[in-house]
């Protein structure tokens, strides 16, 4: 028994050959359509190509009145052109009449231009008085027209699928007329967090407890990153009620995730109830905080094993699980996160090179650009550590830390 919960720390993957293996058995989830009232932030499942023009005609771009540009020619306040006012096309209307030489149509923004106009002049710089229009000024064609298609062309390919859907992609699908999208069903996921001194949130402090953050810290990460959460669960450190929500969970989930009891303590059942019920990927990855991760799988169920204390399992969430579900779903990025520029505030040694660090910041922005102020490289059980941080500087294995002053790349948090 206790050999078996060593075993995957015989050996401390590097990420990269974790990713490797992981992410190359992955497949993509199946295609779902919805209402494009409810595709914020879902993945676009298929390219979209416009199959019409935008502007759909040509149209006015001012308030004014549709002429043709060579009745303008020469036209100036001293010496006005006149033209005789036919009409009038507001907004949503259009007009069969055509423009003949000397002729002007009143027209409102955004209305269709007749046939026969090829500009309009705008409404101040003319004045009319018995159905005689004054142009004082001089236009070329074109002038304070928009063209056909002059925003997007028919057969314009615009979204590549991939992408993750925010609000200007659905004002664009909407413009041209979509009122559903293809997108990615999202992953179900179950969440369980194990440990005897946990309490839910809401119920009296006992001595000894402490209060669940996990489940809703991951939670909200799952959704954030794409994931449907089917089922949350405080379970105690009981081996067979572990299993039994763990083979129970493999029934409906795609991905099942636990934090805690995935180390070498005396109550890390998850090792061995993993081995027995399914297979291990990987346990024990060469990382600070997020060591003891372990990923396996049972059926086609994949199974994460996060550490039980937050920071460790919000950050191996970031770089593990939250890729995972991304690339489940078919993202053209499949880290979402933000990065910026920065110069580190102050030197930072690593405890011990062979280990990807992470090192948990705030930002300052100055004219000279951004700089980033450690908060703590250690204390993964510090949950205010990531609430008054910033984002994340990775320190890669081999690095011995920073020196002040060094240019480092800051992963914000995900919001």
């Known amino acids: 028994m206790e050999r078996l919960r060593k075993i995957g720390f015989s050996r401390l993957t590097p990420l990269e050959e974790v990713l490797e293996k992981l992410l190359s058995r992955i497949q993509l989830n199946p295609i779902e359509e919805i209402n494009i009232n409810e595709s914020l932030n879902r993945i676009l499942a298929a390219d979209i190509i416009s199959k019409i023009d935008i502007p759909p005609f040509n149209r006015s771009a001012m308030d004014g009145y549709a002429i043709?540009?060579?009745?303008?020619?020469?036209?100036?306040?001293?010496?006005?052109?006149?033209?005789?006012y036919v009409g009038a096309i507001e907004i949503g209307e259009t007009s069969t009449y055509k423009l003949h030489k000397d002729e002007g149509i009143k027209i409102s923004t955004g209305a269709p231009i007749p046939e026969g106009a090829d500009t309009v002049i705008k409404i101040e710089d003319t004045e009319i008085e018995n159905e005689i229009i004054k142009l004082y000024i001089s236009l070329p064609p074109g002038k304070n027209v928009s063209k056909k298609g002059e925003d997007i062309k028919l057969g314009t390919q615009l979204l590549n699928k991939g992408t993750e859907l925010k609000a200007e992609h659905i004002a664009l699908l909407s413009s041209l007329g979509f009122n559903k999208v293809k997108v990615r069903i999202k992953p179900k996921i179950s969440v369980f967090s194990s440990g005897d001194e946990l309490l839910e949130p809401g119920t009296p402090l006992q001595p000894g407890k402490i209060y669940n953050s996990n489940t809703p810290m991951i939670s909200t990460l799952i959704n954030i990153y794409g994931g449907r959460?089917?089922?949350?669960?405080?379970?105690?450190?009981?081996?067979?009620?572990?299993?039994?929500?763990?083979?129970?969970?493999?029934?409906?989930?795609q991905i099942i995730i636990f934090t805690g009891g995935t180390s070498v303590g005396t109550k890390d059942y998850l090792p061995e109830i993993v081995s027995e019920a399914g297979t291990i990927l990987t346990h024990g990855i060469a990382q600070r905080p997020g060591a003891p991760v372990l990923i396996g799988y049972l059926n086609e169920t994949l199974i994460f094993c996060l550490p039980g204390t937050p920071?460790?399992?919000?950050?191996?969430?970031?770089?593990?699980?939250?890729?995972?579900?991304?690339?489940?779903?078919?993202?053209?990025?499949l880290d979402p996160r933000t990065e910026v520029i920065a110069t580190i505030s102050k030197d930072v040694p690593v405890s011990g090179l062979g280990y990807l660090h992470y090192l948990r910041v705030t930002l300052e922005k100055s004219q000279e650009g951004f700089t980033a102020i450690p908060v703590k490289l250690k204390g993964s059980g510090i949950i205010s550590s990531l609430t008054f941080?910033?984002?994340?500087?990775?320190?890669?294995?081999?690095?011995?830390?920073?020196?002040?002053?060094?240019?480092?790349?800051?992963?914000l948090f995900p919001k």
């Open 68 to 84: 043709r540009a060579e009745d303008s020619f020469n036209a100036s306040p001293k010496n006005p052109k006149k033209i005789k």
């Open 229 to 253: 959460v089917i089922r949350g669960e405080t379970i105690k450190d009981n081996k067979s009620v572990i299993k039994n929500k763990l083979i129970e969970a493999a029934e409906d989930s």
């Open 311 to 333: 920071v460790a399992a919000y950050i191996s969430f970031l770089n593990i699980t939250g890729l995972t579900i991304r690339k489940m779903l078919g993202c053209s990025a």
């Open 389 to 411: 941080s910033d984002g994340i500087v990775e320190i890669p294995p081999n690095q011995e830390g920073l020196k002040k002053g060094d240019t480092v790349k800051v992963k």
